[in-house]
């Protein structure tokens, strides 16, 4: 499903820091979908592109194969 080898070695492999990591990502990963789905139903298309953009460098770090396959399709 994910693979954390590259976030860990952001991390220089500090358990800490990886946690930090992954934290900010569950804590802002909700509110960025959000304005995704608001930009998408406002057809705001140079927001969502700088959105998704955003996005895909979290996903892709962390390496979520799902949905970087998804994001990189939009």
């Known amino acids: ?5 590259d ?5 220089n492999n500090d358990p800490k820091v990886l946690i930090k990591l992954l934290q ?5 990963t909700p509110s960025i979908l959000k304005n995704l789905r608001k930009c998408w ?3 705001e298309v140079e927001q ?14 962390i ?3 799902d949905l970087t396959k998804q994001i990189n399709d939009i």
Do not use: N, P
């Open 1 to 5: 499903l994910y693979d954390l080898s």
């Open 7 to 11: 976030l860990k070695v952001m991390a």
């Open 24 to 28: 900010v990502f569950i804590d802002e």
């Open 41 to 43: 139903q406002k057809s």
């Open 48 to 61: 969502i592109i700088a959105i998704t953009h955003q996005i895909k460098s979290s996903i892709g770090v």
């Open 63 to 65: 390496s979520i194969q």
